[in-house]
Nanobody, 126 residues
Framework: QVQLVESGGGLVQAGDSLRLSCAASGRTFSNNAMGWFRQAPGKEREFVAAIVWSATAYAESVKGRFTISRDNVKNTLHLRLNSLKPEDTAVYYC?????????????????????WGQGTRVTVSS
């Protein structure tokens, strides 16, 4: 059974940093796209960042502040969140594509990802 388990969320102040982690089990995703999405109260889930091989992609709203990384040996995905803003408040979800990356296609589409974690909440106070 494939599981993605996020951790590292919490309550922080504006300007603080956090590091989210996602531990995958049940299979490996070393040749697959993995990403982070977030959902704020009353809003739709949105793309934050993705990584496949050595390539990364970021939403404009987090570019320069967030960094995605992965450890294929430990089968984990990370997201470093710097210079947090109140508008970053959301539940953050880890996601993985069940198919090996073909080299084409977009990384920010929710429909690409077959596996999802339960989410970890990030709250940024002003």
């Amino acid at each position: 059974q494939v599981q993605l388990v996020e951790s590292g969320g919490g309550l922080v102040q504006a300007g603080d940093s956090l590091r989210l982690s996602c531990a995958a089990s049940g299979r490996t995703f070393s040749n697959n796209a993995m990403g982070w999405f977030r959902q704020a109260p009353g809003k739709e889930r949105e793309f934050v960042a993705a990584i496949v091989w050595s390539a990364t992609a970021y939403a404009e709203s987090v570019k320069g502040r967030f960094t995605i990384s992965r450890d294929n040996v430990k089968n984990t995905l990370h997201l470093r969140l710097n210079s947090l803003k109140p508008e970053d408040t959301a539940v953050y979800y880890c996601a993985a594509d069940g198919n090996p990356f073909s080299g084409s296609g977009t990384l920010w589409q929710l429909s690409r990802y077959n596996y999802w974690g339960q989410g970890t909440r990030v709250t940024v106070s002003s």
